[in-house]
C-alpha cells in the first residue's frame, strides 16, 4: 500500500508558522487582507470563497468580499479592480476566473497588481517562476504540491520527473518550481508520444491533465511518487476523484496524494501564506 500525502498535516504545519506571522504583523499594526473579486454567484466560486475565508479567519487574516453582479459592466468591473489595487489596507487581491465574455480576461488579469497577486495570475507573477525572483506570486496550487513533496521530505535534487499537462495554473509553473529544485523535468501534453514510456522512468509524476481517472496501473511502476492534482465528481462512483485512477495504483507506487484530502486543501493555505507574504513586502 502507497503512503498517503495527505494535505492536511501539510496544512497544519503551515497555519502554526503562519499564525506567528500574523501575530508579528499585528503588533505592527499591519492586519494582512485579502480582496476576493468575485463576478455573478458560481458554485465552484462560492465553495472556494466559504474555504478561503475560513483558512483566513483561523489564522488571523482579514478577508474583503467584493461581489458584483453578472451583468457588471466592463467599465463598473475594471473600476472595482483598480479601487483595490490602489487601497493600501488591501494586500492581496484573488480574482477569481474565468470572467463574463464581455470583460476582457487578458487585460484583467495583467490589470491587477503583481505585488497583490497572491494567485499567481499575472504575466508578471509567472515570469517571476521562471525567473525564480519576487515578481509577484507562484500559482497556489502549483506551490501547493511542491509543499507537499517539501513536507513528506520527497528527495528533488538530481530526480526524473514527469508532469502531465502543460497549463499556466499548474503544469508549466511546477515544472519550472521542481527544476529550481534541480530536478530534471519532462512536461508531457496531447502531443506527447508515449506518454507512459516517460512515466514510467520518472521517479515523481505530477498528473494536471485535467482529466478524470485517466491515468492507471500501465503509466507507472513501483518506488514511485504521485501528487495527482485533478479534482472532478464523478457521477458514476458518486464521489470526487482525481485524474490518477487511486484505487489501481495505490499498491504499485511508493507514496501518493489522496483525491480529496490532497493538494486541493493545501492551496487555499498557500493562498493565505502569500497574502501575507505580501503585506511583509509592501510594509518593509
Not at 50 to 71: E, N, S, W, Y
Not at 141 to 155: D, Q, V
Amino acid at each position: 500500500m502507497a503512503k498517503l500525502l495527505k494535505g492536511k498535516d501539510v496544512v497544519e504545519n503551515l497555519n502554526g508558522k503562519l499564525s506567528e506571522k500574523v501575530n508579528e504583523l499585528k503588533t505592527k499594526g499591519i492586519n494582512p487582507t485579502l480582496a476576493i473579486l468575485r463576478v455573478g454567484e458560481k458554485a465552484d466560486d462560492l465553495s472556494y470563497e466559504r474555504g478561503a475565508i475560513k483558512r483566513c479567519q483561523l489564522v488571523g487574516v482579514d478577508v474583503k468580499v467584493v461581489a458584483l453582479p453578472i451583468d457588471v459592466t466592463e467599465e463598473e468591473f475594471f473600476d472595482a479592480l483598480d479601487k483595490l489595487n490602489n487601497d493600501i489596507t488591501i494586500h492581496g487581491i484573488l480574482m477569481f476566473r474565468p470572467l463574463p465574455k464581455h470583460i476582457d480576461e487578458a487585460k484583467a488579469r495583467n490589470m491587477l497588481s503583481p505585488a497583490k497577486d497572491v494567485d499567481g495570475s499575472t504575466d508578471l507573477s509567472l515570469a517571476g517562476v521562471f525567473t525564480n525572483t519576487n515578481l509577484g506570486f507562484s500559482p497556489c496550487t502549483a506551490e501547493a504540491a511542491m509543499e507537499i513533496l517539501k513536507y513528506y521530505n520527497i528527495p528533488l535534487s538530481g530526480k526524473k520527473v514527469a508532469v502531465i499537462g502543460r497549463s499556466l495554473v499548474i503544469g508549466r509553473p511546477i515544472a519550472m518550481l521542481l527544476m529550481h529544485e534541480n530536478a530534471t523535468v519532462t512536461i508531457c501534453h496531447t502531443k506527447t508520444v508515449d506518454v507512459p514510456g516517460i512515466t514510467k522512468n520518472a521517479d515523481i509524476v505530477v498528473v494536471a491533465s485535467g482529466q478524470m481517472e485517466s491515468v492507471g496501473a500501465d503509466y507507472l511502476r513501483e518506488n514511485q511518487t504521485v501528487i495527482d492534482v485533478g479534482i472532478s465528481w464523478n457521477s458514476e462512483k458518486n464521489k470526487l476523484c482525481g485524474d490518477v485512477k487511486f484505487d489501481e495504483v495505490e499498491g504499485i507506487v511508493d507514496a501518493i496524494t489522496p483525491v480529496p484530502g490532497g493538494v486541493g486543501g493545501v492551496t487555499t493555505s498557500i493562498l493565505v501564506k502569500h497574502v501575507i507574504e505580501a503585506a511583509i513586502r509592501q510594509n518593509s
